[in-house]
């Protein structure tokens, strides 16, 4: 549950860094913060707020690794015209 209410609220910021930064910047930093949240939760124990706290780290590091997975599937910008133009589009008359 934890994933999905810090996945909502951070997929646009996520995005921006993304656009801003650049993809291995953002996906560097959210593979580098998984990577922590993960050993420390494995380290945890019986902590509880521990825990969640490494647990809240890597649903923050979610985004930016799903964000960064979308924008290397996208077509580059010059690239856009020609392969929307190559689609059928069923709904021109």
Do not use: C, N, W
């Amino acid at each position: 549950m934890i994933f999905m209410v810090v996945y909502v609220p951070l997929a646009i910021p996520a995005s921006y860094l993304i656009d801003r930064r650049g993809l291995k910047v953002a996906s560097g930093s959210g593979a580098l913060l998984a990577g922590v949240a993960g050993v420390l939760r494995g380290l945890a124990g019986d902590h509880f707020t521990m825990v969640v706290a490494a647990t809240v780290g890597a649903a923050i590091a979610q985004p930016l690794l799903l964000a960064g997975l979308v924008a290397l599937r996208l077509p580059e910008p010059a690239d856009r015209p020609l392969r929307q133009s190559a689609v059928p589009q069923r709904d021109a008359v």
